[in-house]
């Protein structure tokens, strides 16, 4: 709900707050006076495209305000949020609660979750002589299409020059099943969840019949890979472990001349006239356990040179055990390495790189090739089921079908009858459902909103061969229908009155008035029948000069609005007749209440 608007160089309006509130505010003044930029200013504050000829004559920008109660836990707060921007919390907002104003009742526009108190959330912008604009959501500057998204959430918008609401075949169908209730809920709900099931299979099914060669070749591809490795049976590091045996091999006279070198220096009696280690670690150990009992000091020395003679004991057995190795391996041998080396090699290349990954493949090939080989019965199952669900999907939609065509008779029946009271008798509209064959997430049916301009008149769509005014009342006449199923925060009319006058403009006022009790409802009106029904009378009044400024947007109450209403029916504020007259409409007005 619109608690205030605040307009400063918007047309000819130099500066002015307009004070809203929940219920029915009716805006009157005189003609040029600047109230159709009531609408203009909640136009840009719900994300219309700006212009530069919005801005006044003589300033360099213009600018507007709103200020909104919204539920703080809601969709419009999160996208608030999510935009950066704050919404205060009111200190007396108190739980939102059926029935406590028009934010309550538009909780599910809102699109609220817990509930909770009601939050004062701040739009603005601003327009330059350039025409370039800035949009402020919640004390954050956002992109204007922030407003624009918000705004669907926040207002409705009916003027000559706006596009309908509904004036999609979509948002008619969307609009249709909310007005259908509760029952048509459920049963589309059932529908949706039958006809994901059923799409989910047929793209399985889809899926395998296209890809059906691609997988044989997959298949087929894959048992030749399993042959191949199967038959050369690869192990873990084993390519790792016959590099190392090949390169033994290859070199194995530099390591059998290297091995006998080392085990002749280290064990021969004789080395080219010298000692070998063995010897010459016994010929020190003897030296020293001579002399061992004369000096303690030795003793750890001794122990050492005990250990290396068995130390390089062992050595040199090590080294005639390792010649001894040598002397079984041969060139065959080397052969055997080099071509088992090779046809790794190969399937490293084919399905590695490396021989891990040639095992791993193997590992998962018996798992991808039965899923392979299944295909064929995967198909013929998804068929049936396919089948079977397709059945189901088709009797709920048909059950759609036959919901919707029930609710657009009721739904044509009401809103006929509403434009028989706005002044358009003879006037019919008519919900199209049509059931075609493609079967989407909606059900087989296309639905559109016809209007019969007259008895006999073949009946269009909404839009076409009405004029503005006329198209208000239609709008009008739906949404009082729609209200209590599609509730909508603030619904906002320029003009709905027009070309209509006396008994007829009076039920356009009870009607409003009626709508306004789910919904806050702002109207733009020179019709005193209208304006009488309004539980808020806002007046614009041009200055001296022209120029519409603060102090001439006027809140009227007691004498100030039946002068108003008189000067509306009349021309004449201070006429008896028309006071008379007045007074006359505003207890018309109190008691229909």
Do not use: C
Not at 41 to 48: I, W, Y
Not at 212 to 240: F, N, Y
Not at 415 to 426: D, H
């Amino acid at each position: 709900m619109i608690d205030e608007i605040t307009i400063r160089d918007l047309g000819v309006i130099a500066e002015a707050v307009l004070p809203l509130g929940a219920g029915f505010t009716a805006v009157t003044g005189e003609t040029g006076a600047g109230k159709t930029m009531v609408v203009q200013a909640l136009g840009l504050l719900t994300g219309e495209r700006a212009v530069a000829g919005q801005v006044r004559v003589g300033s360099t920008q213009s600018w507007v305000e709103g200020r909104w109660r919204v539920p703080l836990q809601s969709a419009v707060a999160e996208r608030v949020r999510d935009a950066g921007g704050d919404i205060d919390e009111v200190p007396d907002g108190g739980e939102l609660r059926a029935g406590d104003d028009t934010a309550a009742a538009a909780d599910g526009r809102f699109g609220a979750g817990d509930g909770g108190g009601l939050g004062e959330l701040i739009l603005s912008r601003s327009v330059s002589g350039e025409g370039r604009s800035r949009a402020i959501v919640g004390g954050r500057s956002a992109p204007v299409g922030v407003l624009s998204e918000l705004g669907e959430r926040l207002v409705v918008v009916h003027g000559q020059s706006d596009q309908l609401r509904l004036r999609s075949s979509t948002a008619q169908r969307e609009a249709l099943d909310r007005f259908a209730g509760p029952e048509f809920a459920e049963l589309f709900g059932e529908f949706s969840e039958a006809y994901r099931t059923w799409r989910a299979l047929q793209t399985e099914l889809d899926t395998l019949v296209s890809q059906r060669d691609e997988r044989l070749r997959e298949a087929e591809a894959l048992r030749v890979a399993v042959g191949e490795i199967e038959v050369l049976g690869p192990q873990p590091g084993e390519d790792v472990a016959l590099a190392e045996r090949a390169n033994r091999l290859t070199n194995l006279e530099d390591l059998r001349v290297a091995a006998a070198a080392a085990r002749e220096a280290v064990s021969s009696e004789e080395l080219d006239g010298r000692p070998d280690v063995v010897s010459l670690i016994d010929g020190a150990l003897r030296q020293l356990e001579r002399v061992q009992s004369h000096d303690s000091a030795l003793e750890p020395i001794v122990e050492s040179l005990t250990s290396a003679s068995f130390l390089v004991a062992e050595i040199s057995s090590q080294l005639s055990s390792y010649l001894a190795e040598l002397d079984t391996d041969g060139g065959a041998e080397l052969d055997d390495v080099q071509e088992r080396r090779a046809e790794l090699s190969v399937l490293a290349r084919k399905y590695g790189p490396s021989l891990d990954d040639v095992i791993e493949y193997f590992a998962t090939a018996d798992p991808r090739l039965l899923e392979l080989d299944s295909d064929s019965d995967r198909i013929e199952e998804l068929a049936d089921s396919l089948a079977e669900r397709a059945g189901i999907v088709d009797a709920l939609a048909a059950d759609l079908t036959v919901a919707r065509s029930d609710a657009a008779a009721r739904l044509s029946g009401l809103v006929s009858t509403e434009l028989a009271a706005l002044a358009m008798g003879g006037s019919q509209l008519l919900v199209d459902v049509s059931a075609g064959e493609e079967l989407t997430a909606y059900g087989h049916d296309t639905v559109q909103f016809l209007l019969a301009a007259h008895e006999g008149a073949e009946a269009r769509p909404l839009g076409r061969g009405a004029s503005g005014g006329e198209l208000s009342r239609i709008m009008l006449a739906i949404e009082v229908v729609l209200a209590a199923s599609d509730p909508v925060p603030t619904f906002v009319f320029d003009e709905v009155d027009a070309g209509v006058g006396g008994a007829s403009a009076i039920e356009i006022g009870r009607r409003l008035a009626r709508l306004a009790e789910d919904a806050q409802v702002i109207v733009v009106t020179h019709l005193a029948q209208v304006a009488a029904f309004a539980t808020n009378h806002l007046s614009v009044v041009k200055d001296s000069d022209g120029s519409v400024t603060q102090s001439s947007v006027q809140q009227l109450r007691g004498e100030t609005r039946v002068a108003e209403m008189a000067r509306l029916l009349s021309g004449l504020p201070d006429s008896e007749s028309g006071l008379a007259h007045a007074r006359e409409l505003l207890q018309l007005a109190a008691d229909s209440r």
